[in-house]
């Protein structure tokens, strides 16, 4: 018999490898991912981005947690209708703990620039630029998809590592729970039904260095796919899953595989 689960969480990452922001709900388009879900990166050197044809690049070209560590030490929010992006820096004095600006202009997008380079002189390999496209997302998967992860196998991991594990070091879109462990790895190439749209499950995501860094210091605490490899022979944590229907998506919504 099938079980379903709840959604508990959803988050976006407006900015490619910066903080999570939770939703309540979202409207989302079939084939599409989250609005604004990594539509803007910080292009680390020359990355080779054309807006007028956007595509697929890797993260290596992008500022980014996998290697840069120290991102997950910065607060990052979008407001859709102004167009203002807001980064922060908590644990720094109020004259330097943040930047916001419109990044629908010139002068906004530079003063947000500026202040990155200022901020990250040892990452950078060069002047950063805010790279975005209409209807773009710097995902690190080429398909525009979410990605899901189960709180109950959170807590399996936990158990079987000896430790407490943040989900939030996975950056998952949809975070879901009142299965058992790793049930979402059944979902793939399942139809899932919500209240107002359906999903579908494409593949199991495989982890990278990015989990080992501990999303409030910063610092790298754990090698979590190498403890993944140990316990089950993979590095494999939450599935990607793709919007086969429009609709909203909601904390609360029931998850039913077909």
Known sequence: MNQSAIIK???????????????????????????????????????????????????????????????????????????????????????????????????????????????????LRGPPRIVSAPGHSFSDKKQKVLHLINLASVRMLEEKVGRTIDPMRFRANIV????????????IGKRLQLTDLTLAGEDRTERCAATNVEPETGIRDINLPRSLMGLFGHTDFGIYVKAQSSGTISIGDAIEPA
């Open 9 to 123: 969480a959803l988050y976006r990452y407006p900015l490619k490898g910066f903080s999570a922001e939770p939703l309540e709900s979202a409207a989302l388009k079939a084939g599409e991912t989250l609005p604004f879900d990594r539509a803007f990166a910080i292009e680390n050197g020359p990355s080779g981005f054309d807006p007028a044809a956007p595509s697929y690049l890797p993260k290596i070209r992008f500022l980014m947690l996998m290697r840069h560590e120290r991102v997950a030490r910065y607060t990052s929010r979008f407001d859709p209708q102004t167009g203002v992006l807001t980064l922060g820096r908590p644990d720094r004095n109020p004259g330097q703990a943040h930047v916001a600006a419109s990044l629908d202009d010139e002068a906004g997008r530079s003063k947000i620039e500026d202040w990155i380079a200022a901020e990250f002189p040892d990452e």
């Open 176 to 187: 879901i729970d009142g299965v058992p462990p790793f049930t979402e790895f059944d979902w």
